[in-house]
T-cell receptor, first 114, second 111 residues
Framework: GAVVSQHPSRVICKSGTSVKIECRSLDFQATTMFWYRQFPKQSLMLMATSNEGSKATYEQGVEKDKFLINHASLTLSTLTVTSAHPEDSSFYIC??????????FGPGTRLTVT | GDSVTQMEGPVTLSEEAFLTINCTYTATGYPSLFWYVQYPGEGLQLLLK?????DKGSNKGFEATYRKETTSFHLEKGSVQVSDSAVYFCALGNQGGKLIFGQGTELSVKP
């Protein structure tokens, strides 16, 4: 089956620094990628939708200047958390969608901001 | 807007007990419905799905039927195992390709 990878799987950073998370579709071209965040024992919250080569569409309440999303190719999307703070600590998950509407989740990235 | 509501957890059952996790939805149009499972420390895995009314999704002994008249997609399993302990998420997929998740239901199965 199709595989979506995320890198890194875990990252710890200091408050004020920026962190980049990569999401790759390994054996298919993802026309659309979605980014979610999940707080402990809570549901997934959709942050933004990105289509290759165009600007991401952010959900209401998500700061686009803080969570920078780049979808530079059909196999790679990146989420950069800028000037991270402890409240940004969360589990970030990407989802990649093929043309035929099949969709696959990445394994997630655990971000801890100290 | 579209939304999904699941029964609150945690749900604690003994091994071989019958499981039902309720899920209802609100949506415009004709969404697809999904159940995802998240085992401790792991990412989400698709458990089953249904794309139209009266469809039944099934996998690993779990079943759910897309009921348009009651806007529901309840998850059932006849006999749970300890290895089924996880968090279960009901979700709907709308025409825009977005997945809207319920709040998740934690299941704990005791031997």
């Amino acid at each position: 089956g199709a595989v979506v990878s995320q890198h890194p799987s875990r990252v710890i950073c200091k408050s004020g620094t920026s962190v980049k998370i990569e999401c790759r579709s390994l054996d298919f071209q993802a026309t659309t990628m979605f980014w979610y965040r999940q707080f402990p024992k809570q549901s997934l919250m959709l942050m933004a939708t990105s289509n290759e080569g165009s600007k991401a569409t952010y959900e209401q309440g998500v700061e686009k200047d803080k969570f920078l999303i780049n979808h530079a190719s059909l196999t790679l999307s990146t989420l950069t958390v800028t000037s991270a703070h402890p409240e940004d600590s969360s589990f970030y998950i990407c989802r990649a969608r093929r043309d035929n509407s099949e969709q696959y989740f990445g394994p997630g990235t655990r971000l801890t901001v100290t | 807007g579209d939304s999904v509501t699941q029964m609150e957890g945690p749900v604690t059952l003994s091994e071989e007990a019958f499981l039902t996790i309720n899920c209802t939805y609100t949506a415009t149009g004709y969404p697809s419905l999904f159940w995802y499972v998240q085992y401790p420390g792991e990412g989400l895995q698709l458990l089953l799905k249904a794309t139209k009314a009266d469809d039944k999704g099934s996998n690993k002994g779990f079943e759910a039927t897309y009921r348009k008249e009651t806007t529901s997609f309840h998850l059932e399993k006849g006999s749970v195992q300890v290895s089924d302990s996880a968090v279960y998420f009901c979700a709907l997929g709308n025409q825009g390709g977005k997945l809207i998740f319920g709040q998740g239901t934690e299941l704990s199965v005791k031997p």
